[in-house]
Structure formats: C-alpha cells, structure tokens
C-alpha cells in the first residue's frame, strides 16, 4: 500500500450469484422475502424478476477490497444508494463487477470509491469506503 494517488485501482472482481445464493442469504441474515427466491411473487409485485438483497450486494462489494486492505477493521466508514435491483436468473444468474478506486487520500485515511455493476447498468451508487491508511 505504498503510495496512493487518485484513480489507482486497489482492487477488482465479478462475483457470480445464482438462486442458489440468495437462499444461502436469506438464512443466514433471516430476510425471507420471497421477492428473493419467488418468480411468482416478484412478478405479482411488478419486479423485473428475483432480486438479490441488497445488502447482499452491498456485502460483497466492500469484501472486494478487504485482501487489499490486509484487515477488515481498517474500514472506518461504508455506504451507498441502492440505484438498481440486481436480478437474478434461475438458470444464468446474475454477474456482479465491482471496481474499487482511489477517489481521496487524507489524514492517515482514504476514500475508496465502488463501481458495482451488474449487466453494464450501475446498481449501487455513491458506493464509498473510507479506510484508514497503515
């Protein structure tokens, strides 16, 4: 973590959901909306289809950085605007980029900036991460 600048690129993956997933989620965080396992009711509710939680996908995006970091307790500070549901295929899934960038460097900390993408369309917004620098 040798000298940081704005716009350096600290971390990047795609992780593949798939329905599978989603249960997964749901038992371990008890939300058992069936909006996120259901064809039938998302349909019934107007949704473009199952989606995954959102803090799910919010999880995994700060995850993104965290062998960057070496130490998940450097995050001091994380938040974001869920703009668009990722939806979930049953048979394909769902592929879900995150990109993480320098956007400041401060005070010992840093601000880390997350593009989270799923189908070429941003689905979380003002996606940042503040860190605390070694």
């Known amino acids: 973590m040798s000298e940081l600048a704005v716009g350096d690129v600290v971390a990047e993956r795609t992780v593949q959901l798939e329905r599978e997933s989603l249960v ?4 371990a965080s ?5 909006i996120h396992y259901r064809d039938d009711v998302a349909a019934r509710v107007g949704l473009p ?3 995954a939680h959102g803090m799910l996908t919010m999880g995994l ?3 993104t950085i965290v062998p960057w970091l070496g130490d998940s307790g450097r995050i001091l500070e994380y938040g ?3 703009t668009r549901p990722v939806v979930v295929d049953a048979s394909t899934g769902a592929e879900v980029t995150v990109v993480a960038k320098v956007g400041a460097v401060e005070d010992g900390a840093a601000r880390i900036d997350l593009t989270v993408t799923c189908a070429d ?6 996606a940042q991460v503040r860190v605390r620098l070694p």
């Open 80 to 82: 974001v605007r869920f």
């Open 121 to 126: 369309t941003t689905v979380l917004g003002k």
């Open 30 to 34: 008890g939300d058992f909306n069936p």
């Open 24 to 27: 997964r989620y749901a038992g």
């Open 61 to 63: 995006s700060v995850e």
């Open 49 to 51: 289809g199952v989606l």
